[in-house]
């Protein structure tokens, strides 16, 4: 592996022709938001940089990252991205096991030092020093630490790297923590989604690579260009919200209307993805628009917060207690209530009362 | 006992009528009062809402119209808030007791358990207060500026999720969402925030009408004309 080849030559190495290369320039660069001349400027710097190793690590996680990745929906994105990296390290893709594979990371920390991009999926669980889970004989997070001090940033996959996910939900036994809360002295790019969407990890990692460089980042963390708006924002269903049209039932002439699914519990208005604007499979479906609502997988804690099926949901902050904010409210002014009403008729008997034992005193 | 009683009654037949809320604290507290009515029936019908309406959905505009007047209502609280804080500080001494709690005063902690006495029936006659007892300054103290606070900011950084990335409200309100554990969480806390509103204003209403029935002082009449009276 020559180390300062170019991407263009990895890429045509690999027998993918010019003509499919600049289509994928320009593909990522209508993927990411960017002008038309951005797809000039990726094609300049993917045949003049030389290529950045990725190294993709695997802690807690269920492997739907991976899964998603490799369906990206434009083949010739991910295929090219996956062989870029493959080249390197991904436990679950590359072809090399055991010490060889092991071997390749160490190789890269020598050659690289400084210059490559970590991508996370999942997450370490930090309890009982790291033992909830072990590779190649050690703790994830002592693998992970050593990855993340000798790379240049960092890419958390998905909602597991990004906020901890299911793993991490009450009452957390393995202590599972995203990236960002053990790694806090380089960069984190959180991509979250249970998983985050093909195209969006594709773009995400490609402009990376191409532009050497972070994408924009929100105050949490996340890349603008795919998490500044929620999915009610973009919905094909908004107009149906805004009308006041909900289905209520799963099974009403609400839903074979295509109502909105707000009533029964979708996320969408609190969820920042680019689902109702990217789509999955290749741009073929996403979850409100197969008749379900969403359920905000790439917010921060979606498991603990309550009802997949209610729009006014439980506190995940309240110990666990069952209770929506309605009921809780609700509870609290009907006890205000009751107790008015009870102060009330104390005040008449004391009035009535101190009025007798005056009428007593005059008499 | 009976002539301490009457003692006090003496004391309060010659006091002569008091100016406690000036004009711009009386057009405060109406205009916040519907403000609060509007924002707590739009915001209840936001995360309930009615049942479907049918036919085609550019025919309505039923949730986009409660969602502007719950933000017009939020601009007049916000706003109404802002003007009442400002003249808190250039009003009387009384338009003051509700931007603090002398919580280091003695005598305010005195009267304040003085006042639950009172309300136990432990007790036959309140502490004396001019505009507000110390336990009603209490409550407004932690409704109206705690949550009032607490329901201004993160009803703007809501808001602001709407109004998009980058604009003004996002920009200084939109820290709130991640501060209280993301966009739903902090929906879910600001419908607690309208209960407590809710809650606060059954027991205020209650009071007042209750003061001004059992009292020694005028209670509702006093915030729409502004003059404390005293009866007997």
Not at chain 1, 139 to 166: F, N, T
Not at chain 1, 271 to 298: F, M, Q, R
Not at chain 2, 37 to 56: D, F, H, K, M, R
Not at chain 2, 143 to 153: A, C, K, S, T
Request: charged fraction near 20%; glycine fraction near 10%.
């Amino acid at each position: 592996m020559p180390s300062r080849e170019t991407f263009y030559e990895v890429m045509r190495q690999h027998g993918i022709t010019r003509r499919s290369f600049l289509k994928f320039c320009s593909l990522t660069a209508a993927g990411l938001g960017l002008g038309p001349e951005f797809a000039g400027k990726f094609a300049h710097a993917l045949e003049t940089k030389p290529r950045t190793p990725v190294i993709w690590l695997h802690g807690l996680e269920c492997t739907c990252c991976t899964e998603s990745f490799i369906r990206s929906g434009n083949p010739l994105a991910g295929d090219v991205v996956l062989s870029m990296i493959s080249l390197d390290y991904d436990d679950t893709l590359m072809a090399a096991a055991g010490h060889q594979a092991e071997e390749l990371l160490e190789q890269t920390v020598e050659k690289y030092d400084g210059q490559y991009i970590l991508a996370c999926e999942g997450n370490p669980p930090l309890n009982e020093d790291g033992m909830y889970c072990i590779q190649a004989g050690k703790p994830y997070v002592e693998k992970l630490r050593h990855m993340a001090d000798h790379c240049k940033a960092i890419i958390a996959w998905g909602s597991c790297a990004s906020w901890g996910c299911v793993q991490a939900a009450r009452p957390n036994p393995t202590r599972a923590t995203p990236i960002h809360k053990v790694i806090t002295d380089k960069p984190v790019v959180k991509v979250p989604g249970c998983p985050p969407i093909a195209e969006v990890m594709t773009g995400v990692i490609t402009y990376m690579i191409a532009f050497d460089r972070l994408p924009e980042l929100d105050r949490q963390g996340r890349p603008k260009m795919f998490y500044s708006q929620r999915l009610h924002d973009k919905c094909y269903r908004r107009p149906h919200f805004d009308a006041g049209q909900f289905v209520e039932r799963f099974d009403d002439e609400g839903a074979r209307k295509g109502y909105c699914l707000y009533k029964v519990g979708c996320k969408g208005p609190t969820t920042y993805n680019a689902c109702s604007t990217v789509e999955w499979n290749d741009g073929l479906s996403w979850p409100v628009k197969s008749g379900h609502g969403c359920l905000g997988c790439a917010e921060d804690n979606f498991w603990d917060k309550g009802s997949f099926y209610s729009a006014v949901t439980n506190f995940g902050a309240m110990g666990g207690a069952e209770a929506s904010a309605d009921k809780v409210g609700g509870i609290l002014a009907g006890a205000a209530a009751v107790g008015v009403a009870a102060h009330a008729a104390a005040s008449a008997v004391s009035r009535i009362r101190s009025r007798n034992s005056e009428e007593v005193r005059h008499d | 006992m009976a002539s301490t009683a009457s003692d006090s009654l003496e004391k309060r037949h010659h006091r002569k009528p008091l100016y406690v809320f000036e004009a711009p604290v009386r057009i405060w507290h109406w205009v916040h009062a519907l403000s609060i009515v509007v924002l707590a029936v739009t915001g209840y019908l936001i995360a309930n809402p009615l049942p479907s309406i049918g036919g085609e959905a550019s025919e309505h505009f039923l949730m986009g119209n409660l969602r502007m007047i719950h933000f017009i209502a939020g601009y007049v609280f916000a706003i109404g808030f802002a003007v009442r804080i400002y003249f808190g500080l250039v009003g009387n001494k009384y338009s003051r007791e509700l931007l603090y709690l002398p919580v280091w005063r003695r005598e305010w902690w005195r009267d304040l358990f003085g006042e639950v006495r009172y309300y136990l029936f432990l007790q036959r006659d309140p502490p004396h207060s001019d505009a507000h007892n110390a336990l009603a300054q209490a409550a407004m103290w932690f409704v109206n500026i705690l949550v009032g606070v607490f329901m201004i900011v993160s009803g703007f950084a809501l808001y602001g999720e709407g109004l998009g990335l980058g604009t003004w409200a996002d920009t200084w309100f939109g820290w709130a969402i991640p501060l209280f554990g993301g966009s739903q969480q902090l929906r879910m806390l600001h419908i607690l925030g309208m209960w407590l509103f809710i809650v606060f204003s059954i027991i205020h209403i209650y009071m007042a009408v209750r003061a001004d029935i059992m009292g020694s002082q005028s209670s509702v009449s006093s915030i729409i004309s502004g003059w404390r009276t005293y009866k007997d």
